[in-house]
Structure formats: structure tokens, C-alpha cells
């Protein structure tokens, strides 16, 4: 065997779908094709002028351009649990109960190199977000799925696992408002999952990456806001998608201090924290007027009444989102999801994401991102209604 081969761990990783979709993009693109992309997770409007300026000015003193703390600035907590105060009515110890991330992909790539072992179960939903899983694998864990199926509102349905998994089980991934489908999980939800991990005696992860990305006068709620959560859960946060800042890298974890305790022992060995200038700026972020963030979520909201309504024309299905920048909509009959993705770069220059790259039970569905303006909505809706599929 070559010494070269990858390790055992990276092949059992599956394969990335969305790289080989890139790469066709690419080409169309390289062969002078107009493209509208609708596939990336990614905010196309700036970070807030406030926040930008705020890395200007840190960036120039020379207090902050040595190596940070591990866990964070304590500065930067203590911004955070005001936030999780005025948003949720949570009070967190910032010294204990946060710690900041190089971006939250960061810690749930992370959390499993801190409680699992070889062969222990985690609880991974599908579709989702995949580190979710491919950290569980990297970690020797068995990703165990649990199917997030349209009649149960995506949401997962613990009653379908066996009660011996559940028991065995020792993490379990959750993220609500969901990547991507969508679904909202309301605190009756966090509640039953409390009360889970509390019975089987499983650390919780939740994943609420979009909570601040919501329509309609909706406000997600926090994991956290249960009784008794903070025994057995934590949730990880995003300055990206809330503040424009993906390039950015920062975010957060907040909840049980000896899960945070176990993700910090993983990161001091592996990582030497986050730039200040830019925990600096995450503070003007979390503790400055939050009037873009509402902007942003409005300006969402009139595409997704764009896009959705203009879908529903043409007879395609889907709900309409209440949260995320994400709609999730069932490929027409005939078609699996890769198909269907290939038919619409191919006949209509646009991109967007199949949902089997997101876990076989996406198989069926394609996911659009909100995330080009108006002008661009309205032109691909122009592109579809040629309706290609037919
Ligand atoms: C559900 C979900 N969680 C976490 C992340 C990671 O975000 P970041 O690492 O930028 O904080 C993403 C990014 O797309 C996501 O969709």
C-alpha cells in the first residue's frame, strides 16, 4: 500500500456533490454561459459599514496583533451573553458559558473529536448540513440518520429509533431554523428533546446558525430558553449569515460549560483563536444597532415572495419558508435531484443545489438560496418559464 494513500478516516468521508456541480458551473461559464447562481449559502449584500469600521480602527492597535486567547476575548463573552440576554431572556456565564468559534463550522467540525470514541453513536440529521456527519466519521464515530420527512414538518420523529440507539447514543445534532429545508422548530420541539437527552443522557448540539434570518415577524427560539437545557446541550451561533460576515470568520458556542469545557480542550490543541480586531468587531456586530440585520431579513422576505410565488406558477412545490434564506422545493415527477439540478444549468444557466448533496433524504427536492437580488429572481423565473421539465 502506497504511503501516500489517505487515511482510512478521509475515505470513508462521503463525496462531495457540490464540488462536481462547481466544477460544471465553471465550465458553462468558461464557455460563456450566463449563469445566475442560486446555489450559495452565502449572503450577497456587504457586512454593516458599523462593523467594517470597527476592524479598521482595532486593526491599527497594536494591542490586539499578538496571539488571542483561546476561549475567547472576554470582552467578546461578555457581548455575547448580552446578546443571548436581550434576544432570548438566556443568562449565560460569558466566562464559562461561551466560547468563540473561527466560524461555527468550526466547532461542529470540533465537538465530536471531544466526546466521541470509536463506534459511538451520534444522531445526524438527514438532509443537513454535512459536517454534521462527515465530522462524526472523521471523529471514528457511527452517524446514525434520522430522517427529517415532510409530514413530520422535518422535524425529526425519536419515536421511529429504537430505544437501544437512543440509549446509546451520545450526541445528537439538531438545526432549527434548518439548512436546509427550511422548517422551524418551535420550543414545544426543544422541549421533548430536552427531556430526551435528559432520559437517554445525550449531549444536545444545536445548530442555529439562521435564527436571525426570519420573515413575517417571526423570532426563532433559542434550544436554550428550556428548562434545563444547559445540563445537557449547547448551541452553536454565526456572525455570518446574521451580519454579512461568512468571510470573516466568527462565531460562537454557548450552554453546558463541560461541553464547552471538552470543545475548548480540543481547540487549544488545534487552534490559537480568532484575530481580536475581528472580535472587536463582532462586538460592535452584536452590541450595535441591530437595524441592518432587520433589513436584511426584509429584503429576503421580498424574494422569497418573488421566487416562491413565481415557483407556485409554474406548478412546482414547496413551502414557504419562514426562516433561513433557503427554499426547499420537490423536483417535478420524473426526475431525481442531480437530474434535475443538471437540467436547469444546462437548459436555463441556473445553478442550484440537489438535495441528495444534502443526505439521501433529500433525494426529491432541490434547494434555492435567496441569496441574488430582485432583478436576478426575476430573471430566472423568466429562464424557468420555459419550463424545461415538461
Ligand atoms: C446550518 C449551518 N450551520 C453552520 C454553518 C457554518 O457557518 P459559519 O462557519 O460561517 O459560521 C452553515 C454555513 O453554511 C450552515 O448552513
Redesign the pocket.
Known amino acids: 500500500m502506497s504511503k501516500f494513500e489517505f487515511a482510512e478516516r478521509i475515505k470513508k468521508l462521503p463525496p462531495y456533490l457540490f464540488a462536481h456541480l462547481d466544477s460544471l458551473k465553471k465550465e458553462a461559464q468558461a464557455k460563456g454561459a450566463d449563469i445566475i447562481d442560486l446555489g450559495i449559502?452565502d449572503p450577497d449584500m456587504p457586512t454593516p459599514k458599523h462593523i467594517v469600521a470597527s476592524l479598521g480602527t482595532a486593526s491599527k492597535d497594536t494591542i490586539h496583533h499578538r496571539y488571542p486567547s483561546y476561549a475567547g476575548m472576554l470582552s467578546f463573552r461578555q457581548a455575547v451573553a448580552a446578546w443571548y440576554g436581550s434576544r432570548f431572556g438566556v443568562k449565560l456565564d460569558p466566562e464559562k458559558e461561551v466560547l468563540s468559534l473561527i466560524?461555527?463550522?468550526?466547532g461542529?467540525g470540533h465537538i465530536p473529536f471531544a466526546f466521541i470514541n470509536p463506534g459511538d453513536i451520534v444522531l445526524v440529521p438527514d438532509p443537513g448540513?454535512p459536517v454534521y456527519r462527515n465530522s462524526v466519521i472523521l471523529a471514528g464515530g457511527d452517524p446514525y440518520t434520522l430522517p427529517l420527512l415532510k409530514e413530520n414538518g422535518f422535524l425529526p420523529d425519536f419515536d421511529a429509533v429504537d430505544k437501544k440507539t437512543m440509549d446509546q447514543c451520545k450526541l445528537l445534532f439538531l438545526?432549527y431554523p434548518n439548512?436546509p429545508t427550511s422548517a422551524c422548530a418551535e420550543k414545544g420541539f426543544f422541549e421533548h428533546v430536552i427531556e430526551l437527552a435528559h432520559k437517554h443522557n445525550f449531549i444536545v448540539c444545536h445548530?442555529a446558525?439562521y435564527s436571525e434570518i426570519a420573515f413575517d415577524g417571526y423570532s426563532p427560539p433559542s434550544i436554550l430558553q428550556v428548562e434545563g437545557a444547559k445540563d445537557v446541550a449547547i448551541e452553536f451561533h454565526?456572525l455570518?449569515k446574521t451580519y454579512n460576515m461568512?468571510g470573516w470568520r466568527i462565531?460562537f458556542a454557548a450552554g453546558n460549560r463541560n461541553i464547552l469545557e471538552g470543545l475548548g480542550k480540543v481547540k487549544t490543541n488545534l487552534d490559537s483563536g480568532i484575530f481580536e480586531a475581528i472580535q472587536m468587531a463582532g462586538i460592535a456586530a452584536l452590541t450595535g444597532p441591530q437595524t441592518e440585520v432587520h433589513r436584511m431579513s426584509s429584503i429576503y422576505q421580498e424574494r422569497r415572495d418573488l421566487l416562491c410565488q413565481g415557483l407556485e406558477d409554474l406548478g412546482l412545490k414547496l413551502d414557504r419558508p419562514k426562516a433561513t434564506f433557503y427554499v426547499w422545493v420537490e423536483t417535478p415527477e420524473g426526475f431525481n435531484s442531480t437530474e434535475f439540478s443538471l437540467l436547469l444549468l444546462n437548459k436555463c444557466g441556473i445553478v442550484c443545489t440537489p438535495g441528495v448533496g444534502f443526505g439521501i433524504h433529500g433525494e426529491g427536492y432541490f434547494r434555492i438560496a435567496l441569496t441574488v437580488d430582485l432583478e436576478h429572481t426575476g430573471r430566472a423565473l423568466e429562464r424557468l418559464s420555459q419550463r424545461p421539465w415538461e
Not at 103 to 106: A, H, I, L, N, V
Request: aromatic share 6%; net charge negative.
Open positions: 449559502g466560524g461555527s463550522k468550526e461542529i448540513y438545526n439548512n445548530d446558525a454565526s455570518s461568512t462565531g
